[in-house]
């Protein structure tokens, strides 16, 4: 099932983010989006947007800008999730990360590229999460 299917509330929550942000400086962020608490308790997960390319299909950016943004964005998301996690009113922490292999589908971006430049994210040194990367 899709993004868009499994998680209705978060798809909602990033359109409307997309929307409202100025394009230009919208790669290379991310938006952290958390559970909905509409959907049954084992699919109440944080979702992680990393904005990777300004637009898809053919006007996508080339590979090497997409790959800037995902170090970019995925600095952004951790920064986000340190935030949450240091807020004392949250109950909930972020304690695990999975993602799919990302920028390897539409933006056709080869996985190892992409890999390289997480591998070389500088992780805050207060950030103790587990990273999983799903594949098919």
């Given at each position: ?9 978060a ?34 997960h944080?979702?992680g ?28 998301l ?19 990360i ?21 591998q ?7 950030v ?9």
């Amino acid at each position: 099932m899709t993004f868009r299917g499994n998680y209705p509330e978060a798809y909602r929550t990033n359109l409307e983010h997309r929307k409202s942000s100025d394009q230009g400086e919208l790669p290379g962020t991310a938006l952290l989006i958390s559970p909905a608490q509409d959907l049954p308790e084992e699919r109440r997960h944080f979702v992680g947007c990393l904005f990777t390319s300004l637009r898809m299909g053919r006007a996508k950016d080339k590979p090497v800008r997409i790959l800037d943004n995902t170090g970019s964005a995925t600095s952004d998301l951790l920064r986000q999730v340190c935030e949450w996690n240091e807020n004392e009113g949250n109950e909930v922490k972020v304690e695990a990360i999975w993602m799919c292999q990302i920028n390897s589908g539409l933006f056709n971006v080869p996985w190892e590229d992409t890999k390289k430049v997480l591998q070389n994210v500088e992780v805050p040194k207060d950030v103790q999460i587990h990273v999983t990367v799903v594949t098919r």
